[in-house]
């Protein structure tokens, strides 16, 4: 998910009460929930080295268990050496809840991860195969709603703080108001949102009782619980009710499939389902009766002939390929030799070569490969 998700659950659940357990309780769990992507230092070797990393060794299994004393160790240094320097008199921090507190945050991370598209590696460094929740977005607004709208309304009362959240609400608003793929009803569903989560705040004026904010705060927690359950279960139901349905007419033998979730929209879905040198295409929708639509041309995969195994053989080709789940292979000769462009079809809408959205590969008549 992306780092504002992780910042607003590690700042929800320390908003619940777990803030109590002990000073900088709120900073572990944001850090904690932030730590994974300590991955990202991985840009500095080139996209498609980040590409290879992204998900593996720092969100594992292993790294679970090492990265929350690296955190609660990283927070008391602070403590001793900054802290306690400036101000005395303040109660220091306690190691075990420190803790308790950062496992909890960092364990949030890869199983939010684990939610898209994206994929996980749960047994890096040991076992590099790939997992996939294919529940929510990369960008979920409406955990955007629940946890910072709660957080919003608990941390708005001073007019810098208010001034703030209104910020960030209205940063938040541009993607789900003017992306195309945002359906006009979930435009309306956020507003309302929004509007609701303001008027409990005038409703309650700008400090409400610690108590209730916090009941409020462990209510929306449990909400987006529950909704990222019924996330899961529905996929696990669609990706049933998509191989029934391919299956009746005629497409079998499937070697992986792919229900994953488009921005905004919990009741709808693009498809992806492997045959042996076939990709077929399409969307799912629940509303308003389970339905699988598949385009009417499938997307036939390229045989692995000597010019994709030459463009295969390429540092960045070899990188974005450990992390490729449906990967496609175009070929185009001219008179130098050829351009294979390499792209996964989860990202496949850009025809743009980049980043996540694949990579163009020149092979000479000698079948040498070369980045352009």
């Known amino acids: 998910m992306d780092p504002i998700t992780h910042t607003f659950v590690g700042a929800s659940l ?7 357990t002990t000073p900088l309780a709120t900073a572990t769990l944001i850090l904690g929930a932030n730590a994974p992507d300590i991955d990202i230092v991985a840009q500095a070797w080139g996209p498609y080295t980040a590409v290879a990393w992204r998900r593996g060794i720092t969100h594992g299994i292993p790294a679970l268990i090492v990265l929350p004393f690296l955190v609660a160790g990283s927070v008391l240094l602070w403590d001793r050496c900054v802290r306690a ?3 005395p008199e303040a109660d220091p921090a306690r190691p075990t809840p420190l803790v308790g507190l950062a496992a909890l945050g960092v364990w949030t991370h890869p199983a939010l991860d684990w939610l898209n598209t994206y994929g996980m590696r749960w047994l890096m460094p040991f076992d590099g195969r790939w997992s996939y929740g294919d529940s ?28 703030f959240w209104l910020i960030l609400a209205g940063g938040l608003s541009v993607p789900v108001l003017v992306a195309g793929a945002v359906p006009t009803w979930a435009r309306e569903a956020w507003l309302i949102g929004l509007a609701g989560w303001v ?35 529905q996929t696990f139901l669609a990706e049933r009710v998509t191989l029934a349905a391919a299956a009746e007419i005629g497409i079998d033998s499937v070697d992986d499939v792919m ?83 390499i792209q996964d079809l989860r990202f496949s809408s850009r025809r743009d070569a980049g980043g996540l959205t694949g990579l163009i590969i020149e092979v000479d008549r000698h079948l040498t490969p070369r980045r352009p």
């Open 85 to 87: 320097r400036r101000d």
């Open 136 to 163: 929510l977005f990369i960008l979920d607004p409406w955990l955007w709603l629940l946890l910072g709208g709660a957080l919003g309304f608990q941390h708005s009362a001073r007019h810098a703080s208010l001034l």
């Open 259 to 341: 229900v994953g979730p488009v921005p905004a929209n919990p009741f709808r879905s693009e498809v992806i389902l492997r045959t042996e040198g076939v990709y077929h295409l399409g969307n799912f929708s629940w509303l308003p009766r389970p339905r699988l639509v598949l385009r009417s041309e499938p997307v036939r995969t390229h045989p692995p002939d000597p010019v994709i195994r030459a463009a295969r053989s390429h540092p960045d080709a070899r990188n974005y390929l450990v992390w490729s789940r449906f990967p496609l292979f175009e070929v185009q000769e001219h008179s130098q030799g050829w351009t294979v462009r």
């Open 199 to 233: 008027a409990l705040r005038l409703l309650l004026g700008p400090t409400p009782l610690p108590e209730l904010a916090e009941r409020i705060t462990r209510g929306a927690v449990v909400a987006a619980a529950l909704f990222i359950l019924a996330m899961v279960g």
């Open 14 to 20: 320390s908003a619940s009460g777990l803030r109590r």
